[in-house]
Every structure is written in structure tokens, then in C-alpha cells.
């Protein structure tokens, strides 16, 4: 069965700098779609990166990069430049093919940006 | 981005009453939808993936007659709890699959139901 792991109930982290989210998965598919998505206070979910089971870069979008190590399952969300708005609640999630897009997501990790 | 509307934002309710909460797609035309379940502090589960035409396919260990889903246009779905009590209460999540980007899913705001 496929499954996301988060091991990072909370982070902190200082203003201005970067900070990395763990994510692994567990799938025995080939072709599957890794997300990452964060959740404010608010309670809305906002779409940051995307990666494929078969792209050979890293995604990257503005400050959010995904360190994707596809041998170790893993699929780390890089945040660069901290900022005060980046406190939030973030999950990763899978979509794994012929499952008519169905994510399933990770416990979600809190991060808290301070001064 | 594409946008996706939930209505109402809020809810609170009388146990045994049923309540209708309504999921948008505004900008595209999105023929699954799929509803979530959030509690307090957990992560997202997924209840039910609804098809614009058909009938919704439930997750396990959902009750289809307690969530009753229609997706009766590309832009419309909704889903009625029934019969709402206690424990129903929660944070409810819907998403529209937008095929023309990787297969995405954009999410609504979120609806808060409040049984008393």
C-alpha cells in the first residue's frame, strides 16, 4: 500500500533562512506524482511544488525546491528565505497512476518562522 | 491559479439535521471532485471521489448514505451530510481535478461543521 511519511510533527526556524521539510513514501509503482501543500491557519490548502516520478530535475518554484531522491523514496521540501508568512501547517502527498488522481497525504509538519 | 469556492464557510447545526455544502470549480471545468475530511490537527482523508454524471466512489469505512454526494454539472458538486451529529463535526476539504495541469487538484477554502 502506498503511504507518505512525515517526521516532523514541528520545526522552527529563524527568519531569512532556510529550512528543510522531510517526506519519504513507500510504492512499489513506477509513474506516481509527488505534492507539496501548504495549509495556514486559514484552513485552505495552496498548491507550492510538484514533482514526477520520472522528472529528472528538481522542482523548483521561487523559493520552494524539492529535493527529490527517488532510490530513497524521499521528496524534501527546501524553503529559502524564511519568511514570517511561511508559519503554516505543510503536507507532502502522492498520487500514484490509475487511481484517478487520489492524493494521499502525509501527517503534516508545523512550521514556525521567528524573528 | 485556478479557484475553487465552498459554501458556506461555516455551519453549525442541531443534531438530526442535514446540511448541503456546495464545492465551485469557478474557472475550469472539473469532471471528479473529491471530498476530504479534516480533523483538528491531522492530516486530510480522503472520503469519496465524485465523477461529474455518476455515481461517487467511497473511500473504505465511509458511509455512502451518511455522505451523499452529487456532481451534477463540470463545475458543481455537493456534499450532504445527513442526519449530522456530535461527531460529524469537522473540517471539510474539497478539490476539483484540473486535467489540463499534470492532473492537479486545486482546493476550496474548506467548510466548518459544528454539531451541537
Known amino acids: 500500500a502506498q503511504k507518505i511519511t512525515q517526521t516532523q510533527p514541528g520545526m522552527f526556524v529563524q527568519e531569512k533562512e532556510a529550512v528543510t521539510l522531510d517526506c519519504t513514501y513507500d510504492t512499489s509503482d513506477q509513474s506516481y506524482g509527488l505534492f507539496w501543500y501548504k495549509q495556514p491557519s486559514s484552513g485552505e490548502m495552496i498548491f507550492l511544488i510538484y514533482?514526477?516520478?520520472?522528472?529528472?530535475q528538481n522542482a523548483t518554484e521561487g523559493r520552494y525546491s524539492l529535493n527529490f531522491q527517488k532510490a530513497r523514496k524521499s521528496a524534501n521540501l527546501v524553503i529559502s528565505a524564511s519568511q514570517l508568512g511561511d508559519s503554516a501547517m505543510y503536507f507532502c502527498a502522492m498520487r500514484y497512476t490509475g487511481t484517478a488522481s487520489k492524493l494521499t497525504f502525509g501527517t503534516g509538519t508545523r512550521l514556525q518562522v521567528t524573528l | 491559479g485556478a479557484v475553487v469556492s465552498q459554501h458556506p464557510s461555516r455551519v453549525i447545526c442541531k443534531s438530526g439535521t442535514s446540511v448541503k455544502i456546495e464545492c465551485r470549480s469557478l474557472d475550469f471545468q472539473a469532471t471528479t471532485m473529491f471530498w476530504y475530511r479534516q480533523f483538528p490537527k491531522k492530516s486530510l482523508m480522503l472520503m469519496a471521489t465524485?465523477?461529474?454524471?455518476?455515481?461517487?466512489?467511497?473511500e473504505q469505512g465511509v458511509e455512502k448514505d451518511k455522505f451523499l454526494i452529487n456532481h451534477a454539472s463540470l463545475t458543481l458538486s455537493t456534499l450532504t451530510v445527513t442526519s449530522a451529529h456530535p461527531e460529524d463535526s469537522s473540517f471539510y476539504i474539497c478539490?476539483?481535478?484540473?486535467?489540463?495541469?499534470?492532473?492537479?487538484?486545486?482546493f476550496g477554502p474548506g467548510t466548518r461543521l459544528t454539531v451541537l
Open positions: 514533482q514526477g516520478s520520472y522528472d529528472e
Open positions: 465524485s465523477n461529474e454524471g455518476s455515481k461517487a466512489t467511497y
Open positions: 478539490s476539483a481535478r484540473d486535467s489540463g495541469r499534470f492532473n492537479e487538484q486545486f
